[in-house]
């Protein structure tokens, strides 16, 4: 995903490489359980201060947009990032900072107040309170949807050059189904054609473009449920037209009776 990221930083007409995010997102890692898996963006060791610069890596928003790590791109990119983290397989793990927008490197020094997380940007820093909301709600998601955290995935369609990634994920036996969708374009795509594993209607429960100044008055969506009435789609049995807002996260879930 970092990959990703950087290159997305490249700007509008950068080529952007996510069959390594499907790789990624499909992987077993050799455990028994898809689902016991420890996956994170960030951790104690890749943005320890101390470290050797080769060993180091920048946050999240600061590999996102490296000029300004609190633009819209920093923000909006962070976002599809944690979204994929927190609706892929496996056990989503949060640095301390990451949930609310940090973009310092950290230390395990009391004496470097310079690398210390910065707890009152939630009071004074529009941009992290807004983070903070996008990553509590959509943990909310996740525990609400069981497909979320102990379900299948199939990645069904990736387009390198649209920067658009999209699964499934299911309970087998159960259903449960629901299906993310995510555009690192800068862009809005409005009547994309996406897959869906059942027909009729799905509910739009999370849209990240929301976030973006909450609540966005210019939010790109799909008016609360899209009609997967179309023709079979990437290897699915139908499809709808969606609108995917530029540089987020869309989840559609399907409401068994």
């Known amino acids: 995903m970092r990959q990703a990221l950087a290159q997305a930083a490249g700007g509008r007409d950068a080529d952007v490489n996510l069959d390594p995010v499907a790789q990624a997102l499909a992987a077993w890692n050799g455990l028994p359980q898809r689902w016991r898996a420890v996956q994170m963006l960030e951790n104690h060791d890749v943005l320890l201060v101390a470290h050797e610069a080769k060993d180091r890596r920048p946050r999240v928003p600061a590999a996102a947009d490296p000029s300004n790590a609190r633009s819209w791109y920093a923000r909006s990119r962070s976002r599809v990032a944690t979204g994929l983290l927190l609706t892929g397989p496996g056990i989503p793990l949060l640095f301390m900072g990451q949930e609310f927008l940090e ?72 259903g449960r189904d629901v299906v993310v969708a995510a555009s690192l374009a800068e862009a809005t795509r409005h009547g994309y054609a996406l897959g869906f594993p059942r027909g009729g209607t799905w509910r739009e429960a999370f849209n990240s473009d929301v976030y973006d100044g909450w609540v966005n008055p210019a939010v790109a969506g799909n008016s609360g449920a899209i009609e997967a009435g179309g023709p079979p789609l990437h290897g699915l049995p139908h499809s709808a037209a969606v609108v995917l807002p530029a540089n987020a996260v869309v989840v559609f879930v399907k409401e068994d009776p």
């Open 103 to 174: 973009d310092k490197l950290w230390s395990d020094s009391p004496d470097d107040p310079d690398h210390r997380i910065w707890w009152d940007g939630l009071r004074q820093d529009r941009a992290m309170a807004d983070f903070l909301r996008f990553t509590r709600e959509l943990i909310g998601l996740r525990r609400a949807q069981p497909a979320l955290t102990r379900g299948e995935i199939n990645v069904f369609h990736v387009h390198n050059l649209n920067r658009v990634i999209a699964y499934h994920r299911w309970l087998p036996g159960q």
